[in-house]
Structure formats: structure tokens, C-alpha cells
């Protein structure tokens, strides 16, 4: 039901992003895919950020030898 | 043994593909492509020094080719009325962004080979580390790659994937971000059991310590940005897909690529052509020229 209901609307969204980007030059359309991609993006960040931050709030593997220890970027 | 070229993203599969094709070639040079949509993403060095740490200081060239003024050029033709005669013809399918990085990473590695062989270097062979994934992307149809192919033959090249029969790794799941281990590699066994991945692969020969890397801090350390697709990837799945059976979708794409690699021939060929003349130049190449990354 919710498919159903979802599909005219993602198609118009989508067109009329299309239809946009068809008619801008090159670095505006950049811009414009960028800021989508933000968009998009943007619970998946936020998410990964929450891993990382309950990652660190736990102890756990913390005597295990970091692979990449290598790297001193990689400490973290 | 002959040299070679290998389109390197610093990824997992092109990594896998340099290991692989460093036994074949007595040089590997390792050609990195960015555009203002990658502008801000840095540059691959970390797989390379992992790369040469195993197989050699001097087995691989590393350099970085900006393929900016190509896209644009592909994107939207030589002038507006091309762009409009395009618009008609193709419509929204202009619209193939990622296909037109690749082409453009192509036409690029066809001039660096040229490069390369004027400084007396054998250039047989150009790799890319392309597996069966993403194969909505233009860049990753076989019927277009069978075009590139054509492109490169035509250049005395010979283009493949040494890693396109390796398997693919499960898709992450959302929450597989968050279950993780201690350094941020995946914890879900199934991620990892692939029998023939090119994380499995890279893990083997001590390059990478897990064969899953995806979605780490060192994956994102390690790659250079890919290109915005995010457009492409809505009017594949939210539009084409609702109006026309897939292969009327590749079809159509192949006829619009078909149309820009015979574009990118040209602009080969008349490079090519001043390149080899001894009059000056009468317009700036749109070829910039190789950086050296590391």
C-alpha cells in the first residue's frame, strides 16, 4: 500500500530533479547532485556517528593490538 | 615483461587488481582520476604503500589525472546545439553522470598510455578493478564495457578486469555499521566467508588484516571519493525501471555511449594528431597533465 502510494511521488521528485539538472550547466548540476547526496546521506552519517560514539563508551576487545597499528592515523 | 596501466581508485577491488596484475607486469602504473565532484576527497596513497611495502618499491607508478574539463565536454558535447541535438535524441539518459566519469577515466588512460609509450615504456595492457557489482552503472554494463574494449583495441590496448569473476560481498545492512568489532570492521560472519573476494584476496597476501573492510574508518581512509551518482541511481530505480522493461534501459544507454566513446575517439585522435605535429598548439589540451601522487 505504502509502495503504491510512494511510487508517484519518488517519480515526480525524481523528473523534476531530472529536468533541473538537464538544464544547468556543468558545475551548478554538480552542486545540485552534491546537495542531494548530502541529503540522502545525512541519516547514514548521523547513524555512524552514534556507532562510533557507543562504540567508544564500551571496553570491550580493549587489549586487542590495533591491525593497523602501523598507521598512527589508524590508533583511533 | 611489459608494462601496464591500472584505473585505481584505492579501493578494495582495485587494490586486489594491482596485487594481481604486479605479477604480470614488470611495472604497474597506477592511474588515479578525480573530478571537481571528487575534488575534496584525498588522495589514495595508503593501499599504494601497502602495495609496494609487499610487491615492491619499484613495481608501481602512481599518478593523478584530472579528467574535469573531459566530463564536461562529454556531459554536454562540443557545443549547445550538440547538448540540445543530445537533449532530443537521448532526454533524461544525459543524465548518466557515472558513465561519463568512466568514459572519461578511459579516454584519459588511452592518452597516459600514449605518454607513456613516447617515453619508450610498453604499454600492452590497461586493467580497471571492476567486479559483477553495481551493474546498473554504465561503466559496469558488459555492453558498454564491450565499447571501452573496442576504444582500447583501437589503441593497440588491451582492456580487462583481472578481478571481474571474484565474488561479491553481502550487502551491509544498516545496522551491520553499527555491529562491529573493536576497529570498526564487520562483525557479522557472513560479511566475511566469501570464498573468493578481493578482501579475501588482499587479506591473504598480508596487504589488508580483515577481508571486510567496508564501511571502517580505514575503508573511508583508504578511497577516494566516488563520483556523485546519486541522481543516476533515482532515475534508475524511481523512474526508468517504472516505465520500461531494464533492458530497454541498457539499450537506450548503450546507444547514448556508443555516441560519446565515438565523441571520445575523436578527441583522442586529434590530441593525438597535435601531439605528434610540431606546430604549437592552437587550443589547451584537455588532457591536464600527469600529477605524480606518490
Known amino acids: 500500500m505504502i509502495e503504491i502510494l510512494l511510487t508517484p511521488f519518488r517519480m515526480l521528485i525524481t523528473l523534476s530533479l531530472g529536468l533541473t539538472a538537464l538544464v544547468l550547466p556543468y558545475r551548478l548540476r554538480l552542486e545540485l547532485l552534491q546537495l542531494i547526496a548530502a541529503i540522502v546521506h545525512l541519516p547514514f552519517k548521523a547513524f555512524g556517528r ?20 602501523q598507521n598512527p592515523k589508524d590508533q583511533s | 615483461m611489459s608494462e601496464c596501466i591500472l584505473l585505481f581508485s584505492g579501493g578494495t577491488d582495485s587494490t586486489a587488481a594491482a596485487a594481481i596484475v604486479a605479477r604480470q607486469h614488470s611495472v604497474v602504473h597506477l592511474i588515479t582520476c578525480w573530478e571537481m565532484g571528487t575534488r575534496s576527497s584525498p588522495m589514495p596513497t595508503e593501499n599504494v604503500r601497502r602495495l609496494r611495502q609487499k610487491l615492491g618499491e619499484s613495481k ?73 557489482e553495481l551493474l ?30 571474484f565474488d561479491v560481498p553481502p550487502d551491509q545492512r544498516f545496522t551491520d555499521r553499527l555491529i562491529v568489532d573493536r576497529h570498526g570492521f564487520a562483525a557479522r560472519p557472513e560479511l566475511t566467508q566469501t570464498t573468493r573476494s578481493t578482501g579475501r584476496l588482499l587479506q591473504e597476501l598480508g596487504i589488508f588484516p580483515h577481508a571486510n573492510v567496508k564501511g571502517s574508518l ?3 581512509r583508504m578511497q577516494h571519493d566516488c563520483y556523485p551518482f546519486v541522481l543516476y541511481n533515482m532515475l534508475c530505480f524511481w523512474w526508468w525501471s517504472k516505465l520500461m522493461p531494464w533492458s530497454k534501459v541498457e539499450e537506450k544507454l548503450c546507444r547514448l555511449f556508443a555516441e560519446r566513446v565515438e565523441d571520445g575517439r575523436q578527441i583522442l585522435q586529434s590530441e593525438i594528431a597535435s601531439s605528434n605535429s610540431t606546430a604549437a598548439p592552437s587550443a589547451p589540451s584537455i588532457f591536464a597533465a600527469a600529477q605524480p601522487v606518490s
Not at chain 2, 535524441?89 to 597516459?112: C, E, K, Q, V, Y
Not at chain 2, 552503472?137 to 578481478?163: C, D, N, W
Request: charged letters at 15%.
Open chain 1, 50 to 69: 552514534l556507532a562510533r560514539y557507543l562504540l567508544s563508551q564500551t571496553a570491550s576487545g580493549a587489549d586487542e593490538a590495533n591491525p593497523y597499528s
Open chain 2, 60 to 132: 608501481f607508478t602512481h599518478v593523478s589525472l584530472n579528467t574535469d574539463a573531459l566530463i564536461r565536454r562529454l556531459s554536454y558535447t562540443e557545443s549547445w546545439r550538440g547538448y540540445l541535438r543530445s537533449l532530443l535524441r537521448h532526454g533524461l539518459f544525459n543524465l548518466a553522470t557515472p558513465g561519463m566519469s568512466s568514459l572519461s577515466w578511459h579516454l584519459a588512460a588511452i592518452h597516459h598510455a600514449h605518454a607513456l609509450r613516447a617515453q619508450g615504456k610498453g604499454i600492452t595492457h590497461v586493467y580497471d578493478g571492476m567486479t559483477r
Open chain 2, 136 to 165: 546498473h552503472l554504465p561503466g559496469h554494463m558488459s555492453s558498454i564495457r564491450q565499447l571501452f574494449k573496442t576504444l582500447y583495441a583501437h589503441h593497440e590496448l588491451e582492456f580487462s578486469s583481472p578481478v571481474i569473476d
Open chain 2, 218 to 220: 580505514f575503508d573511508h
